[in-house]
């Protein structure tokens, strides 16, 4: 009897030992998966609760650098001295993550991202110097002069706060100064809970602003043989490389971070977009910039490692032609606009009259094109979307300066 | 067997005081959680600390009266702990569960098997009350409210585990010791058993108490080493550090169960 009764204690409790491994074993693969390595950094607690709710943003991070570097979601997460506290399910969090954050770990980057146009400038561009302090004024002025120091941004006011919104600060926040007193948001470019290095490598996410007529840089790197090439050969690439050991055979063909930002092969690294720069190309007169010579040095060594020295001058050379040309084209049409506001025939108002809006196509879409187009191999932005628009243009400001005066002529 | 080893209703009385009043922390914690976000919450907390009351005064009442009869408390606490034992399932259910009616939302859901404590408890009160302790019957109920927790103990213990997928292979453990602990009640409640096979299962009840004593400890390690702003928000948001002490607590029951029929079989009663 006690063989017997031990006999079906066993055979019972192996069934439901049985039947409790097959149920777990018929769980959805993403369940069972749940508390991998990636997933347990995630957590302490989070991902229990958020892998029901916003599960994607667990997902991103299991497969992120971070989460192989044993960063948990806290260490981001966490409220640091002068940020604004949320309690959370017994945690005490920033209320908002923003680059005070990320600067923790990533001090060399945020400072070289606050000294780029990407960093005060580029929030000023739209609200002007109201949100930002005198401080803050007068570092991003040392390296910008008058990007930050100004008024807000008429078409913008015209255009109204909810385009303002959802409009050009959608693409300008990447300079929004945060109460914690830090600039800006990293995520913008390499997006919150992947952190990813590949993501802000790929020129889709520099092109997420910079596209359009007013700075059509991604349109014209896509027509250009890097554009084509990228394309074609993204496979091949290993975008997710150490920054620090980077190669050519890690990037065959360049994205912008690669000509702009990256360490290729023993470069300096930097997040100041702006440092290789040696023009101001979206001014309506293009100058030089302060560091004309160091950053055209450092583009065209970037440049030299996939082409020859002669290509690479003779490239420039050719480039700053266009550059000169356009400077000129520029100046005639706006010399149309500032004559006929000196003859009182305009209004002093920007943006009141049609004309103005002519000259401000002119300039911020065909100049901007033409030479963006001439500094990236985009052929067709330097003659069709850029100098033939000039010329078009400028005959029709001609035409309509004509206009304004024969009818005044009439009036008197 | 020494006749002083033999359970009695005065101690399961003491067992069903003891488990009421160490409910009204083990609620506390537990709903803490989602801040008793319902005032139906509040309800089983009131009614864990009134009820040991309750059964204390009557307990007192009835302290010297040869052949007490005064039951009316222990049938009013045992039946409101059926009730509310059995709307809490409900209740627990009813979040994701009858939403969704999947194995997900039966794993993610609040712990639906829990309530079910209050349900054994007060159906255990009812029965120390109507049933003769001299009887081979009254054991065996023992018995089966250990079986009926241990039940729940198995369903619990692989739920809660596969929420974080039993990331940790000794998480199974749990499961497993409860499903032998589950089968060997089951067998003694089916079937006729040796006093052997009885000295088996009582074996098998103190390699539970230890698995639970063991699990205490784990569940401990959770909430030592979490960077949570207070100790308190610490115990509310880590492994439900009271659980593994339903092992303990069912096993003695169990035990007691188990003692009074071995007792009984040895006298030939």
């Known amino acids: ?412 | 067997m020494s006749k002083l080893l033999r359970p009695t209703p005065l101690l399961i009385d003491f067992f069903i005081i003891i488990n009421l009043s160490f409910l009204v922390i083990d609620i506390y914690v537990a709903h803490s959680t989602n801040d008793f976000s319902h005032y139906a919450e509040w309800i089983p907390f009131y009614f864990s600390l009134i009820a040991p009351i309750l059964l204390s005064v009557e307990m007192w009442l009835n302290w010297n009266v040869n052949k007490p009869s005064n039951y009316f408390l222990s049938f009013l606490v045992g039946g409101l702990a059926i009730l509310i034992g059995i709307s809490g399932l409900i209740w627990h259910l009813h979040s994701t569960f009858f939403e969704y009616q999947t194995l997900r939302s039966l794993v993610y859901t609040a712990p639906f098997i829990a309530p079910l404590a209050y349900t054994g408890i007060g159906a255990l009160l009812v029965m120390n009350r109507m049933v003769d302790c001299e009887t081979i019957e009254w054991g065996q109920w023992l018995i089966f409210f250990g079986f009926g927790g241990f039940i729940g103990n198995f369903i619990l213990s692989l739920s809660d585990h596969a929420q974080n997928g039993f990331f940790i292979f000794y998480e199974w453990v749990p499961v497993i010791s409860s499903a032998f602990a589950v089968s060997f009640l089951g067998v003694i409640l089916l079937r006729n058993s040796t006093i052997r096979f009885i000295d088996v299962s009582i074996w098998i009840m103190i390699i539970q108490i230890i698995i639970g004593l063991i699990g205490l400890f784990f569940h401990s390690q959770t909430i030592l080493n979490n960077p949570m702003s207070s100790f308190f928000e610490t115990i509310i948001y880590n492994a439900p550090i009271f659980a593994p002490l339903l092992f303990v607590n069912l096993a003695v029951l169990a035990i007691l169960g188990l003692i009074d029929i071995r007792f009984k079989i040895e006298m030939n009663l």
């Not at chain 1, 001090?107 to 146009?117: A, H, K, L, V």
């Not at chain 1, 693409?171 to 802000?200: E, F, M, Q, W, Y």
């Open chain 1, 1 to 412: 009897m006690t063989f017997k009764n031990v006999f079906i204690s066993i055979i019972i409790a192996t069934t439901m030992i049985l039947s409790a491994f097959l149920i777990h074993r018929a769980r959805p693969e993403i369940e069972l998966a749940q508390p991998s390595p990636e997933y347990i950094r995630a957590t302490g607690k989070c991902a229990s609760c958020h892998l029901k709710e916003t599960s994607a943003i667990v997902h991103q991070y299991s497969m992120s650098k971070h989460a192989s570097e044993n960063i948990t979601c806290y260490e981001c997460h966490r409220a640091l001295d002068g940020q604004e506290e949320l309690g959370h399910k017994g945690f005490t969090l920033a209320k908002n993550v923003t680059a005070l954050n990320c600067s923790q770990c990533h001090t060399t980057e945020y400072d070289q991202f606050i000294r780029s146009r990407h960093g005060a400038p580029a929030w000023a561009a739209v609200t002007g110097r109201s949100d930002f302090t005198e401080e803050q004024i007068a570092f991003a002025e040392k390296f910008h002069p008058k990007s930050v120091n100004r008024g807000e941004n008429k078409l913008a006011v015209i255009e109204g706060p909810g385009v303002m919104e959802k409009g050009c600060l959608g693409c300008h926040a990447v300079g929004k100064p945060n109460s914690d007193g830090s600039i800006g948001s990293c995520t913008a470019c390499h997006a919150r809970h992947s952190a990813s290095v590949a993501l802000a490598r790929q020129p889709e996410t520099c092109g997420q602003c910079h596209m359009g007529p007013d700075h059509s840089q991604l349109e014209i790197y896509n027509e250009s043989k890097h554009g084509v090439l990228y394309a074609l050969q993204k496979s091949h690439l290993n975008l997710g490389a150490d920054p620090k050991t980077l190669s050519t055979k890690d990037m065959s063909v360049p994205t912008c971070a690669t000509c702009h930002m990256s360490g290729l092969e023993g470069m300096n690294i930097t997040h100041d977009v702006t440092e290789r720069l040696s023009w101001w190309l979206f001014s309506p007169i293009s100058k030089k910039r302060p560091n004309y010579n160091l950053g055209q040095e450092a583009m065209k060594n970037i440049c030299l490692k996939c082409h020859a020295k002669t290509h690479v001058e003779k490239f420039y050379r050719e480039a700053e032609e266009v550059v000169i040309a356009t400077n000129g084209k520029v100046q005639n049409a706006l010399n149309i606009v500032s004559d006929l506001r000196k003859d009182g025939l305009l209004t002093p108002e920007p943006f009141d009259e049609p004309i103005e809006f002519i000259a401000f196509d002119l300039w911020h879409y065909a100049g901007r094109t033409a030479k963006h187009g001439a500094f990236m191999g985009g052929a067709d932005f330097v003659q069709w979307h850029g100098n033939y628009e000039l010329l078009l243009k400028t005959i029709e400001m001609e035409e309509m300066a004509e206009a304004i005066r024969s009818k005044s002529h009439q009036k008197n």
